[in-house]
């Protein structure tokens, strides 16, 4: 039998009449005779023609949706339409049956939530096949981009002692028998004996680490997972999400700014490339989806039209204080359309004045800078007005925030005295605050969440179809 071949491979393949051998998992089966192969290496199947006449009925019983076989055969020219070339089967071997009565994932459109429900079984459908493809090639491109610009991949742990967001959503992580904690005296859980002797929890974030690696490295950058245990369940939170975080000394905001958006426009740009046929897949089931909107709610634009859009455009860049002077004087707010009406400065924004800034306002992606410091984390460079501290958030079309990060306070004494305003204990991070005792020098990063990047580039509506397997309240399966 000759080498097994990709189906990509074989569809892209100019010779024909040669012996070919293919594995995959069937699609479909009509007539007897025509089976739809596909192995993942690409959204399109390969067809394999079975000659009935001559092939054991109690065989083609077994060709049933969703098993997987071995077939070998000759690639020839197609005699069809719809594929160039197809594979004459002259021998067809079932590795693993499926029983059509029980398989879920039948060759028709299956709603998103049914196929959540069997997220184990879901790749094998047309749309999630293009959406881990896309995924790949946007985690492959990410690292591409800071490779080529001599960037370090900084592995920073997973569990960790502090919140670097200091927002107390982490997830505690412990090995105590739960239904027996150690108690101190004073009936505290007495962290001392646990696996760690200290409290520790998920990390939310690989920053804090990432700055110290900077302070030597220059730049370095970290992709991986990170957990935050906060009840959002939106169609853009996940409990486990993963984070890239470049951190890099000697950088300004403007730096800041430039480096997001040049790395969001390479990796978009990237995927266009590479999966070109996966997103044009993607195009049109966004456009089938948005048919079934009222016109007036469907996207100017179609999938392939706004990641060129994208590209083709400067992120429009203001401050915080700007927006919420246009956020004041919007349409949506005087006419009371806002759940959360804007009345002056100094509140956080919510996804809907983000939505309005880049849907309807600039109609691109928004960077924000320059926020309240009440409203943002201790790390972030205090600006000379005392009120604002050097943050950016990047804001995307359909998304709202992708990115958040800042320039970083790298002056010790502003340092602390943030600290001490909002509660962070200093004694904790004693080893962060090294970092500006010992050669402290201006630095700046960023958190690109990557499930949201994904979400952008499929144009899928949800965040729990860009993840295998997504977490979130109430659901760890799989
Ligand atoms: O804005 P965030 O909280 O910033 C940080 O964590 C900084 N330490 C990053 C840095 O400066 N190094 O999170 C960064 C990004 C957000 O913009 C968003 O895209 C994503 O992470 N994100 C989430 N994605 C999915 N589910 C969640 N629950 C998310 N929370 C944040
Ligand atoms: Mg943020």
Redesign the pocket.
């Known amino acids: 039998m000759s080498q097994r071949v990709k189906i990509k491979a074989l569809l892209q393949s100019q010779q024909t009449d040669v012996d070919v051998t293919v594995k995959g998992w069937v699609r479909a089966f009509r007539s007897n005779r025509f089976i739809a192969l596909n192995d993942g290496s690409t959204n399109n199947n390969i067809q394999i023609v079975v000659d009935f006449e001559n092939t054991d009925p109690a065989l083609l019983k077994r060709i049933t949706v969703g098993a997987a076989l071995s077939v070998a055969g000759k690639l020839v020219a197609s005699q069809g339409k719809g594929q160039t070339v197809e594979v004459i089967a002259t021998d067809i071997e079932i590795l693993g049956d499926s029983d059509p009565d029980k398989y879920p994932i039948q060759p028709k459109k299956h709603s998103l939530e049914f196929l959540r429900e069997n997220a184990h079984l879901r790749f094998r459908t047309s749309t999630f096949g293009a959406i881990f493809r896309v995924r790949n090639t946007l985690a492959f491109a990410v690292h591409q981009f800071f490779q080529e610009r001599g960037f370090i991949y900084l592995h920073t742990p997973v569990i960790t002692q502090s919140d670097?967001?200091g927002a107390g959503e982490a997830f505690h992580v412990t090995n105590f028998d739960l239904t027996n904690i150690p108690k101190t005296d004073t009936g505290e859980v007495d962290f001392k004996q646990d696996f760690f002797g200290a409290a520790t929890n998920l990390t939310?974030?690989g920053?804090l680490e990432?700055e110290l690696g900077a302070m030597a490295l220059s730049d370095v950058y970290t992709f991986g997972p990170t957990f935050?245990a906060?009840n959002?369940n939106t169609t853009?939170?996940?409990?486990e999400?993963w984070?890239i975080?470049p951190?890099v000394a000697f950088n300004d905001l403007t730096d800041n700014m430039d480096l997001a958006e040049d790395m969001l426009k390479y990796v978009i740009k990237y995927a266009l490339d590479k999966n070109a046929e996966d997103i044009e897949f993607l195009t049109q089931r966004l456009e089938e989806e948005e048919k079934q909107k009222p016109q007036n709610e469907r996207s100017e634009m179609s999938l392939l039209e706004k990641l060129q859009f994208c590209l083709n455009h400067d992120f429009e860049r203001l401050t915080y204080t700007e927006a919420i002077e246009i956020l004041k004087e919007s349409t949506p707010n005087k006419k009371k359309k806002f759940v959360y009406p804007i009345e002056g400065w100094g509140t956080d924004l919510q996804s809907e004045h983000e939505r309005y800034l880049v849907e309807k306002h600039f109609k691109k992606p928004v960077i924000l800078t320059d926020y309240p410091k009440e409203i943002k984390?201790f790390y972030m460079r205090q600006n000379d007005d005392g009120k604002t501290v050097g943050a950016m958030?990047i804001l995307f079309p359909g998304i709202g925030?992708?990115?958040?990060?800042?320039a970083r306070e790298e002056r010790l004494d502003k340092l602390e005295q943030r600290m001490d305003e909002m509660g962070i204990p200093k004694d904790e991070l004693w080893w962060y605050l090294d970092t500006r005792r010992f050669g402290s020098c201006p630095h700046a990063?960023?958190?690109?969440?990557f499930?949201?990047l994904v979400l952008f580039v499929t144009g899928m509506g949800n965040?729990r179809d860009v993840i295998p397997f997504p977490r979130f309240p109430k659901n760890a399966e799989f």
């Open positions: 670097a967001e939310v974030s920053q990432g935050r906060e959002s853009r939170h996940l409990a999400f984070m975080e951190e984390a958030d925030e992708i990115i958040g990060g800042s990063g960023f958190g690109l969440g499930e949201r965040i």
